[in-house]
């Protein structure tokens, strides 16, 4: 009988013991803050105006954005609202993401915001279209031509 009596206590101990060293479980809004959320968005690939320089590789634009979700869908995701808002994103492809096979096509692009590199307007940058100071990045993953032509 104390054997079983020891045998329980040790188990006890044994579990409180694994329980304390397992991460507590975090809501899915509170882990969406540390790693980056994938989106997909559609809109014409052009070129970027305002590139630094002639030496760096082209530079483009995602512009024409299609809301998907949007402000007006109650169901819709903050971060979904959050891009219904968006005018444009400033594209970094992958390393095997062709963009200028997609230069002035409708596509649909999959990838993340990119934080470090995300600025933000002010009065004095300009505002075109084209202009990617005033966009957020994306992080491209993948394209998918959605027509050849951009309205």
Request: charged share 10%; net charge positive; aromatic share 2%.
């Amino acid at each position: 009988m104390k054997k079983l009596l020891a045998l329980y206590c040790g188990l006890v101990v044994f579990m409180a013991v694994v329980a304390a060293q397992t991460p507590p479980r975090t809501s899915s809004g509170a882990s969406s803050t540390t790693s980056p959320q994938t989106i997909t968005v559609t809109g014409c690939i052009t070129p970027d105006t305002m590139a630094t320089s002639s030496t760096d590789s082209p530079r483009f634009v995602l512009s024409s954005i299609e809301p998907q979700g949007g402000a007006g869908n109650p169901s819709a995701s903050p971060a979904a609202q959050t891009r219904s808002t968006v005018t444009g994103y400033s594209l970094k492809p992958a390393a095997d993401v062709n963009l200028s096979a997609h230069l002035n096509h409708k596509v649909q692009i999959t990838g993340t915001l990119d934080t470090a590199t995300t600025s933000s307007p002010t009065s004095a940058q300009p505002s075109s279209p084209n202009t990617s100071s005033a966009m957020p990045a994306l992080r491209v993953t993948s394209v998918k031509m959605v027509s050849s032509t951009c309205p």
